[in-house]
């Protein structure tokens, strides 16, 4: 399984961009933990885990994913993150 990395640029606070992503992760079952800097997040998707790890940097979320599904195109976790992120 291959990783991924990307950025996400946002506006407003490291809170609200961080508050959005765990309502996404956790929706789908998944777990995330860390603070406002960094921290680390799981999801399971058709019976495979989709891993990783963030940080904020400025008006940045810099996602760097470990593990996913061989199936899964990078862009196409990418996309989601930001429509549910937007």
């Known amino acids: 399984m291959s990783?991924?990395?990307f950025n996400i640029p946002f506006s407003g606070s490291a809170e609200?961009?961080?508050a959005k992503a765990k309502s996404a992760i956790?929706?789908?079952g998944g777990t995330f933990t860390g603070d406002l800097?960094?921290?680390n997040f799981d999801v399971s998707l058709l019976s495979n885990t989709i891993?990783?790890?963030y940080s904020?940097?400025?008006q940045n979320l810099q996602l760097n994913i470990d593990s996913k599904p061989v199936?899964?195109?990078c862009n196409a976790i990418e996309s989601f993150l930001i429509k549910k992120l937007g």
Request: charged content about 20%; some cysteine.
């Open 3 to 5: 990783g991924c990395k």
């Open 16 to 18: 609200e961009i961080l």
């Open 26 to 28: 956790e929706s789908q």
């Open 37 to 39: 800097n960094a921290g």
């Open 51 to 53: 891993a990783g790890s």
């Open 56 to 58: 904020v940097e400025g």
């Open 71 to 73: 199936f899964l195109p």
